[in-house]
């Protein structure tokens, strides 16, 4: 290539680059159009940014809320079990019942007791016997139903430990419908006559034979 050549290229034959009025001509449009494209792309950026979500004005999820618990079917006010040292006891109180339905208590059981039955004392030609409550105890809707001395009671048969005043005995009731009801009865001395609760027994004098009433008091 002649030198003629390279010099209008811009180049000295010393291989110093010039720059001429041409190529600041020719090469202006190319910076101008960088500066465009720079401008474009933050535009481009700005633009892709996605913006910030609006606070929502959606009502908030309602709090579950957490059904009543039921009432217990079936509550007993007053407990307490008759002392005794060793052979029959009972226990007494109030059978409160909390439903609209009647309910019906068809067993018990105790770890005081390997044998507990549901008892009444009624009248058989003039005197006064105990024996099982045939189809158990019925408690009216909304009504009480009292275990008292001479009257309904839970026996408890072969007491394992003596009942001394103040004893805490556990008891569970067994319903007509297969749902149980828990307690716990206290000793308690009694001071009434001392009652043959042997199922059949005369009651009539209030007191039987002693060998085999309700136990023994500690009194």
Same mark, same amino acid.
């Given at each position: 290539m002649s030198a003629r050549r390279i010099n209008r290229a811009g180049t000295s034959r010393y291989?110093?680059?010039r720059v001429t009025r041409a190529g600041i001509r020719r090469t202006a449009p190319?910076?101008?159009?960088?500066?465009?494209?720079?401008?474009?792309?933050?535009?481009?950026?700005?633009?892709?940014?996605v913006p910030a979500a609006a606070p929502s004005t959606a009502a908030p999820a309602a709090t579950p809320v957490t059904p009543a618990v039921a009432a217990v079917a079936l509550t007993i006010t007053d407990p307490w079990v008759k002392t005794a040292r060793k052979g029959m006891s009972a226990a007494f109180g109030t059978l409160v019942n909390n439903t609209d339905a009647e309910v019906t208590v068809v067993s018990g059981a105790s770890p005081l007791s390997p044998k &507990?039955?549901?008892?009444?004392?009624?009248?058989?030609?003039?005197?006064? &016997?105990?024996?099982?409550?045939?189809?158990? &105890?019925? &408690?009216p809707a909304r009504g009480t139903h009292l275990l008292q001395p001479g009257g309904d009671h839970i026996m408890l048969m072969g007491i394992t430990k003596a009942v001394k005043p103040g004893a805490q005995i556990p008891f569970t009731l067994t319903l007509k419908d297969g749902k149980t009801v828990e307690f716990t009865a206290v000793g308690k001395d009694f001071a009434g006559?001392?009652?043959d609760y042997r199922p059949g027994m005369d009651m009539g004098d209030g007191?039987?034979?002693k060998g085999a009433d309700m136990g023994e008091s500690d009194g």
């Open positions: 291989g110093v680059t190319a910076g101008v159009l960088l500066a465009a494209v720079m401008v474009l792309g933050g535009c481009g950026s700005q633009d892709s940014t &507990i039955e549901l008892h009444e004392v009624v009248d058989s030609k003039g005197k006064m &016997i105990m024996r099982p409550k045939e189809g158990g &105890i019925v &408690i006559g001392k009652e007191h039987g034979d």
